[in-house]
């Protein structure tokens, strides 16, 4: 059973419009939550996070909303660029648990046309 | 700064061959990982170590073996290749700590691309 879910297996956009990956969780004791983003032929590479004390991060045009209640988050990018067209992994983990034993996503793959 | 370094990046395999996956850091990070990714799916973790002659077995650990001799390398090996272990293997390390929290995320290298056939 997939503890970690990103159900939109692709998002198609238009270049300076928003951009928003979904991703749902069913283990409550998850605690931090990652979205990595990843190139063909390229190793994952770290985007942004969020503890579960937060409900809201933001770095530049990427800002991910948690919601705990829902077991919901979300990945908004504002605005999107065609270097922003990849695969994103959602990944959740928890703090006390196995050393970086990150659950991941199936992964959303964005193209963003110009 | 190389980061995390991976060899080979492409291998065929025929059924029953074995095969080292070598991969170093030159971060100096304690923890390292093996992890598969099949088509189509999100990442599992195969082995971790937590540093130098300390290993772990993760998610989906059955055919595989892993060495931790140094803390710059961790080769990931596999006995007898069987065609459900054709995947992308990703080899990745953190920060000493190890804790996934703030700023101290798992770097990962760019893949090796394993057929079994």
């Known amino acids: 059973d997939q503890q970690v879910k990103q159900n939109s297996p692709s998002l198609s956009v238009q270049e300076g419009r928003i951009s928003i990956l979904n991703c749902d969780y069913t283990?409550?004791?998850?605690?931090?939550f990652l979205w990595y983003k990843k190139y063909p032929a390229e190793g994952p590479t770290f985007l942004i996070s969020i503890s579960s004390i937060k409900d809201k991060n933001e770095d530049g045009r990427f800002t991910v909303f948690l919601n705990k209640s829902a077991k919901h988050l979300s990945l908004h990018i504002v605005p999107s660029q065609p270097g922003d067209s990849a695969v994103y992994f959602c990944a959740a983990s928890v703090e006390g648990g196995s050393q970086g034993n990150l659950i991941f996503g199936k992964g959303t793959k964005l193209s963003v046309k110009p | 700064n190389a980061g995390v370094t991976q060899t080979p990046k492409f291998r065929i395999l025929k059924i029953g061959q074995s095969m080292t996956l070598q991969c170093a850091q030159d971060?100096?990070?304690?923890?390292m990982y093996w992890y598969r990714q099949d088509p189509g799916m999100g990442l599992k973790l195969i082995y971790y170590?937590?540093?130098?002659?300390?290993?772990d077995k993760g998610e989906v650990p059955n055919g595989y073996n892993v060495s931790r001799s140094t803390t710059e390398d961790f080769p990931l090996r596999l006995e007898l290749a069987a065609p459900s272990q054709t995947s992308v293997y990703f080899c990745?390390?953190?920060?000493?700590?190890?804790?996934?929290?703030?700023?101290?995320?798992?770097?990962f290298g760019e893949g090796s691309w394993l057929t079994v056939v």
């Open positions: 283990n409550s004791m998850f605690d931090y």
């Open positions: 170590s937590v540093g130098a002659g300390i290993t």
């Open positions: 990745a390390s953190s920060y000493p700590q190890g804790h996934i929290s703030s700023g101290n995320t798992i770097y």
């Open positions: 971060m100096n990070h304690n923890y």
